[in-house]
């Protein structure tokens, strides 16, 4: 019961911070509700069927948040998932235009900013794939899910080439906000991603709050970020597959930041 009251007051909390970012999202008009009836087929990487790269607009979930337990009950979170003027103005996007097609690295960003995936040696790392019939051929999403619906992406795989379901991304300096747009790498299926945050780069750290989401493919990549009062230093981000769907990996991109002072 005490769980069920505490989700119950971070609901309340979230209905009454409304902004931009959710009216925006609110005022989609004339999509479609209807599920996709594709088959849950993997991308291929380097594939050549491209018949259902792309569904129509329609209306997606929101964002769940859960607090931490303890102090970290404590902290004021805001989550934004619809991309908004607020959210842009107030962060800085990572490049990684200067990262080589197809290769695998473990850290990328500028000497302001930089994100290590390997904080804790479980040797997880990414590879950036363009758009298209060799790299992510299917559509990411519409506005105001994403920024753009067609991204550069950086596919999560392990260092032996394999694809992977969960990443950690550790931060060279302390933020107080972070954002990053996310799709699994399975058409046809509706997939939960949670991402934790945690105060110091380790995944032995407390989780600090986590957001829970949606997202699916084609057309189904979702925006996750979030402004603390609190310090963070690393998002952990997983997959949570149904025990009938194969594993088959994740990507991101569009990642923003803002540094705390």
Same mark, same amino acid.
């Given at each position: 019961?005490?769980?069920?009251?505490?989700?119950?007051?971070?609901? @309340? @909390?979230?209905? +009454?911070?409304?902004?931009?970012?959710?009216? *925006?999202?609110?005022?989609?008009?004339?999509?479609?509700?209807?599920? #996709?009836?594709? &088959?849950?087929?993997?991308?291929?990487?380097?594939?050549?069927?491209?018949?259902?790269?792309?569904?129509?607009?329609?209306?997606?979930?929101?964002?769940?948040? #859960?607090?931490?337990?303890?102090?970290?009950?404590?902290?004021?979170?805001? +989550?934004?998932?619809?991309?908004?003027?607020?959210?842009?103005?107030?962060?800085? *996007?990572?490049?990684?235009?200067?990262?080589?097609?197809?290769?695998?690295?473990?850290?990328?960003?500028?000497?302001?900013?930089?994100?290590?995936?390997?904080?804790?040696?479980?040797?997880?790392?990414?590879?950036?794939?363009?758009?298209?019939?060799?790299?992510?051929?299917?559509?990411?999403?519409?506005?105001?899910?994403?920024?753009?619906?067609?991204?550069?992406?950086?596919?999560?795989?392990?260092?032996?080439?394999?694809?992977?379901?969960?990443?950690?991304? &550790?931060?060279?300096?302390?933020?107080?906000?972070?954002?990053?747009?996310?799709?699994?790498?399975?058409?046809?299926?509706?997939?939960?991603?949670? +991402?934790?945050?945690?105060?110091? &780069?380790?995944? !032995?750290?407390? #989780?600090?709050?986590?957001?829970?989401?949606?997202?699916?493919?084609? &057309?189904?990549?979702?925006?996750?970020?979030?402004?603390?009062?609190?310090?963070?230093?690393?998002?952990?981000?997983?997959?949570?597959?149904?025990?009938?769907?194969?594993? #088959?990996?994740?990507?991101?991109?569009?990642? !923003?930041?803002?540094?705390?002072?």
């Amino acid at each position: 019961m005490k769980a069920l009251y505490l989700k119950s007051l971070v609901a @309340a @909390a979230l209905a +009454v911070t409304l902004s931009s970012c959710e009216k *925006k999202a609110e005022n989609i008009e004339n999509l479609s509700q209807l599920k #996709t009836q594709l &088959s849950g087929i993997v991308y291929p990487i380097e594939g050549v069927d491209q018949s259902t790269n792309i569904l129509p607009k329609r209306k997606l979930p929101r964002a769940v948040l #859960t607090k931490g337990y303890g102090e970290y009950q404590k902290i004021k979170v805001k +989550v934004i998932d619809t991309v908004c003027d607020e959210y842009i103005l107030a962060t800085k *996007k990572v490049d990684f235009s200067g990262l080589k097609e197809g290769k695998y690295v473990t850290s990328f960003g500028t000497n302001e900013f930089k994100i290590l995936t390997d904080p804790d040696f479980i040797r997880r790392g990414v590879v950036k794939l363009s758009n298209g019939p060799k790299g992510w051929w299917t559509h990411w999403n519409y506005s105001p899910y994403t920024e753009s619906e067609y991204p550069v992406v950086l596919f999560a795989k392990d260092r032996n080439g394999n694809t992977v379901d969960a990443i950690d991304l &550790s931060f060279l300096q302390s933020l107080k906000m972070f954002g990053f747009e996310i799709a699994p790498n399975t058409t046809g299926r509706d997939v939960k991603i949670i +991402v934790e945050f945690k105060e110091s &780069s380790t995944y !032995r750290s407390p #989780t600090m709050f986590e957001v829970e989401q949606t997202i699916s493919s084609p &057309s189904g990549a979702r925006l996750i970020a979030v402004k603390s009062d609190r310090s963070f230093e690393m998002a952990s981000v997983k997959i949570v597959y149904d025990r009938d769907v194969k594993s #088959t990996g994740l990507a991101i991109t569009n990642i !923003r930041y803002g540094i705390a002072n």
